[in-house]
């Protein structure tokens, strides 16, 4: 079993920053990519951004591309999304999810931060 604690959320200005974590811990933590997601108020959950474990790659929607940059810390098993020039279109709760194989989904998702933008 993993678990997924995101933080970090709050309000915050238009044009202003916010920087989220999502620390994973569990018996034995094994990551293939963890992705950041969003759920605003009536709407779908969308896919925000991904990273791969090994590697370091990232991608993005094209929503947030630019002003959103994803990270990760291998030791600590925490990723980061530092999202910039916010926008209050970008008000959500803001999940991460591990994916801990290639031939899997996303198999374990955090409880949520909530990210409020005000214009």
């Known amino acids: 079993q993993v678990q997924l604690v995101e933080s970090g959320g709050g309000l915050v200005q238009a044009g202003g920053s916010l920087r989220l974590s999502c620390a994973a811990s569990?018996?034995?933590?094994?990551?293939?990519?963890m992705g950041w997601f969003r759920q605003a108020p009536g709407k779908e959950r969308e896919f925000v951004a991904r990273?791969?474990?090994?590697?370091?790659?990232?991608y993005y929607a094209k929503s947030v591309k630019g002003r959103f940059t994803m990270s990760r810390d291998n030791a600590k098993n925490t990723v980061y999304l530092q999202m910039n020039s916010l926008k209050p279109e970008d008000t959500a709760v803001y999940y991460c999810?591990?994916?801990?194989?290639?031939?899997?989904?996303?198999?374990?998702w955090g409880q949520g931060t909530q990210v409020t933008v005000s214009s």
């Open positions: 999810a591990v994916q801990v194989s290639s031939s899997s989904s996303y198999d374990y």
């Open positions: 569990g018996r034995t933590f094994s990551s293939y990519a």
């Open positions: 990273i791969w474990w090994s590697a370091g790659n990232t």
